[in-house]
């Protein structure tokens, strides 16, 4: 089966920069998308198609893409986005979601 | 805006029938794909699988001989059943809407936004 795999864990101070990757060998051809996930919460879409970012989201999350790698990166991480963050994408085929491991962001 | 609810029991005991419906406000259900995922306590997200209006499914293989999503679309809502359950598929259940967009000739994108709250469905004995 598919699989998206993504570090368990990043840890950044305030103010820096996260990045968390995604890879998968269907991505250069399938969107990723990212959801971010709080304790007791369900989770958020934060980016969607590699890079377009929803309404209501801050700037400071943006989404690229490269080959079998998308990347998620939070500028300026502020202590409200330690959370959990997940990539999603498709196979091959478009016929099966697949979420990634997942990444905890832990803020210093 | 759309907001989803999900609803049904949560306690469920071994072999039986796992049902749970989610209703849909601030929006029609007559357009877009609907989603059912899971997440067991402390581990990632599972797509369970995915119903469009007009009744076409699509379902994990990994679940596909025990699930069945129907819609009602009178009622706005959408339902999962997952048969002969055990203790592995206890989990917090979310339905989420599935907007889609095309990536190129005959791919075609799905993704989630927004999500119910969730439910957690233990099975137990």
């Known amino acids: 089966s598919y699989e998206l795999t993504q570090p368990p864990s990043v840890s950044v101070s305030p103010g820096q920069t996260a990045r968390i990757t995604c890879s998968g060998d269907a991505l250069p051809k399938q969107y990723a998308y990212w959801y971010q996930q709080k304790p007791g919460q369900a989770p958020v879409l934060v980016i969607y198609?590699?890079?377009e970012r929803p309404s209501g989201i801050p700037e400071r999350f943006s989404g690229s893409s490269s080959g079998t790698t998308v990347t998620l990166t939070i500028s300026g991480v502020q202590a409200e986005d330690e959370a959990d963050y997940y990539c999603?994408?498709?196979?091959?085929?478009?016929?099966?979601?697949?979420f990634g491991t997942g990444t905890k962001v832990t803020v210093l | 805006q759309v907001q989803l609810q999900e609803s049904g029991p949560g306690l469920v005991k071994p072999s039986e029938t796992l049902s749970l419906t989610c209703t849909v406000s601030g929006g029609s259900i007559s357009s877009y794909y609907w989603s059912w995922i899971r997440q067991p306590p402390g581990k990632g997200l599972e797509w369970i699988g995915y119903?469009?209006?007009?009744?076409?499914?699509n379902y994990n293989p990994s679940l596909k001989s025990r699930v069945t999503i129907s819609v009602d679309t009178s009622k706005n809502q959408f339902s999962l059943k997952l048969s002969s359950v055990t203790a592995a598929d206890t989990a917090v259940y979310y339905c989420?809407?599935?907007?889609?967009?095309?990536?190129?000739?005959?791919?075609?994108?799905?993704?989630?936004?927004?999500w119910g709250q969730g439910t957690l469905v233990t099975v137990s004995s």
């Open positions: 999603q994408s498709a196979d091959s085929s478009g016929t099966y979601q697949v």
């Open positions: 119903i469009y209006y007009s009744g076409s499914t």
């Open positions: 198609k590699d890079s």
């Open positions: 989420a809407r599935t907007p889609g967009a095309y990536c190129g000739g005959d791919c075609y994108s799905l993704w989630f936004d927004p």
